[in-house]
């Protein structure tokens, strides 16, 4: 059996990140795997760098282009791909043309990565999705998404997103850490980790520490402005730090590769996304040991297992996220990090590897 990853993104963020990871878990696994994606593209950047296998594809349009289809068949009969699998919901399309053109002979799954925003359940969607024999979702409010806001009728299996459980692993202590990362110690300490934007929650966190009445803490503030958009919220953030005299509890960090480092560094980790609907971040604090300060919405309650892992707040209210990092500055609240790492068992790749063997029926 020959697995295809097709993706024909040419961003780079989690969806990508995850689809390369699976590929490279699986080649491990001793699965052939073959990355199609774009050529020049931050995908076929990362798979050179896995040593993944490539095919070269070029982007196709959304919908409808049986042109490019016409090509990837050729292109999967040619190296007698089995298994065909996508991440991003662009490429539902052509994943749908390519399953109408070589049926029974070719297996296609779609590994939910985005959440169902309206209903899909006209009969253009319903068609497409006939042609889809596995969809994963990662966790089970996605699930209940798909069944009510969908017609698919084909097999649905839950399989979380994974973690290499052992890169999340140090025996440094904090006080080194914090040391490395450059923050002060013996201070009570909330951080954010990723790009500078609205979707992020930077001054969602900036808002809400504006209005504690707790003083005893500081923030961390790990990532950088997307490049030619994001340096007018980057600016807001630089102007309530200043406004505020804040520039002495709030720490603006360089993105790093070694994100251990900081989610170890800080002692509560915030997810203030709107609706955030698989959150890396969130098992990558558990797996750290980092407790967790979440929005009540997407996947963020599902993954903190019932507050197993941190508490909530009202999503996008700075007012509420304010009156819980009151509480956990003025209650002391704690969380044993053993505990919270016990939580991000389930992920580990080498269970979620299997899952999706045997979903695909590889085994």
Known sequence: ???????????????????????????????????????????????????????????????????????????L?????????????????????????LKSKIHTSYFMAMQLGVKKTN???????????????????????????????NKLVVIPS???????????????????????????TFGIIGRFDEQKGQLLLLEAMKKCSAKNFNVVLLGEPTINEGEIYFDQMKRIIE???????VFIKSYREDTLTFFKSIDWMVMATKAETFG??????LASGTPVLGSAAGGTPELL?????????????????????????????????????KIAVVYDHHLICEKVEKALNLK
């Not at 491990?28 to 040593?51: D, M, Q, T, W, Y």
């Not at 140090?170 to 009570?188: A, F, H, M, W, Y």
């Open 1 to 75: 059996m020959k697995l295809a990853y097709f993706c024909s993104s040419i961003s780079w963020g989690g969806l990508e990140m995850n689809h390369l990871r699976d590929a490279k878990w699986m080649q491990e696994r001793g699965h052939e795997v073959l990355i199609f994606c774009v050529s020049n593209s931050p995908l076929e950047k990362g798979a050179k760098e896995r040593k993944l296998p490539i095919i070269n594809i070029e982007k196709q349009k959304k919908y409808y282009d049986f042109k490019k289809a016409k090509v990837l068949v050729a292109l």
């Open 77 to 101: 009969k040619e190296n007698e791909i089995t298994h065909f699998i996508i991440r991003s919901n662009e490429d539902m399309s052509i994943m749908a043309t390519v399953k109408s053109m």
């Open 123 to 153: 009969p253009l969607h319903t068609l497409r999705y006939r042609f889809l024999d596995l969809w994963i979702p990662p966790l089970n409010w996605l699930k209940k998404q798909v069944q009510e806001m969908t017609n698919f009728k």
């Open 162 to 188: 994974a973690l290499d459980l052992s890169v999340f692993k140090s025996e440094k202590t904090k006080g080194e850490l914090r040391t490395k990362l450059g923050i002060p110690q013996n201070v009570l």
């Open 243 to 249: 406004q505020e005299e804040f520039k002495n509890r």
């Open 280 to 285: 890396m971040v969130t098992i990558e604090s």
């Open 305 to 341: 297992a019932k507050k197993k892992g941190g508490l909530l707040f009202e999503t996008q209210n700075a007012v509420d996220l304010a009156k819980k990092i009151d509480e956990i500055c003025i209650q002391n609240i704690h969380y044993d990090s053993s505990d919270l790492m």
